[in-house]
């Protein structure tokens, strides 16, 4: 009993001492607060904890970029052109391209004409291809140059590549191989050379001189203000060697033709309806420097020498660009008898044509027939006082080949001459037949030459 009051004694002595105060528990995450110290006679103040959501706010530091990832190789197989694929415009910029190299174009030089509208480019190699198809090392020819700043591979996967020809210029054709030829020419413009056999006929005596002709010459042409053409020979020379060896030279021979677009006379019928008809004067000039004759027959010959001549032309027909023509020329010209020593007054008057048949300029045709008459002569014996010639001329030159581009024309000629200006010669034709080959020398393209292979015309 004893000891049951003394342990119930001091359970209530102990229950009378002030207890500690209680502290929350701290969050397994959550840093102490920490409190001001308090004063000894103030009251200790209550903090709240932080809600236990919250959480401390972690800095990510900045991502480092990463560079961009290298393009892959272009393996892009760009195949020729063939005969069917489109040719590339003459008059267009062109780009160098380079490619990833192929078995056929190891190089990767390319030209490309660009659509940038359509996101398109045609595309042909920078050299000529052998017989194989392949790359040679002759680089094209008559091209334009492409632009130095090549385009480059990233620029070109974004367009359609599309095999083509190289352009060619007017007059001029390119094969799927890249070559390039002539087609069209001027024989209006060239150097020319050539032969041909040129037997002569005399009707007084009867007889046939064999003889061969060698000719060369330079022709010009250009095209003039308000609708005017000319034209201009240089050292027209006719050799003629065998039986009887004579010559005929011009030095020079100038003329020029237009267009007039007013009417000279206006004629007007009442037959039916009213009619009006225009005639135009289409009038030009003609001259001619220095053109020597060597006349041989039998034994007799004679040399004459024509300083100068003048003549008016008119034409009564001509094409649109003023290149064919049928006309009527007339006019006087001083002339030198070097035989006989003395000057006379020599009138003529011809009509003549020249005549181109083809767009190509392959096909010529020229002709004439002109009289003249000696005037102002002094006598000399065994002929008449006052002489007359009668020239009458046709001939047509078609070209057959072209050697580097210089055509190789097929000639032929017929000529008749009757005469009395010969002393002791008597009146009357002499007749020539002639063939031969003439090489023309820079010949270059009509100036109406399309754009266009022979093939599509």
Known sequence: MLVSAVTLGCALLLGQVEAPEATAPRAPDEAPVATAPRAPDEAPVATAPRAPDEAPVETTPAATPEPPPEPEPWDFQMPVPDASSPQQPHDGRVRCL??????????????????????ECWVSPAYELD????????????????????????????????????????????????????????????????????????????????????????????????????????????????????????????????????????????????????????????????????????????????????????????????????????????????????????????????????????????????AQKVLLAEAVEGRPLRPERLRLRAGYEVIVLAINDQPVSLTLDGRGTWRDDVASVPAGWEWSAQAGLRFSMWAPARRSAPVSSPEKG
């Open 98 to 119: 380079a490619l990833p190299p192929t078995p056929a174009v190891p190089s990767g030089a390319w030209r490309a004409s660009c659509d940038d509208a359509r996101k």
């Open 131 to 370: 017989a194989e198809g392949h790359e040679s090392d002759q680089p094209l020819q008559r091209v334009n140059a492409c632009v130095p700043l090549r385009m480059p591979p990233e620029l070109a996967r974004e367009y359609r590549l599309v095999p083509a020809i190289a352009e060619a210029p007017p007059g001029w054709y390119r094969d799927a191989r890249g070559r390039v030829l002539q087609y069209n020419f001027d024989l209006h413009r060239r150097v020319y050379a050539g032969g041909a056999w040129a037997p002569r006929w005399l009707r007084a005596p009867d007889r046939l001189d064999e003889r061969v002709r060698v000719d060369f010459g330079v022709d010009l042409e250009w095209p003039g203000d308000s609708d005017r053409l000319h034209r201009m020979t240089l050292l027209d020379t006719e050799l003629y060697l065998g039986d009887a060896a004579s010559y005929e030279a011009t030095l020079l021979r100038y003329d020029f033709r237009s267009q007039n677009a007013a009417p000279l006379f206006r004629v007007t019928t009442f037959y039916g309806r009213p009619r009006r008809l225009d005639i135009h004067a289409n009038l030009g000039f003609w001259m001619e420097v220095l053109h020597g004759e060597q006349v041989r027959r039998e034994d007799a010959h004679a040399d004459f020498l024509s300083v100068a001549a003048t003549h008016a032309t008119l034409d009564l027909w001509h094409s649109s660009d003023l290149v064919s023509y049928v006309r009527l020329r007339a006019g006087p010209a001083v002339e030198r008898d070097r035989t006989n020593g003395f000057f006379t007054l020599v009138p003529a008057a011809a009509l003549e044509g020249d005549l181109t048949l083809d767009r190509d300029g392959f096909h010529h045709v020229r002709f004439g027939a002109e």
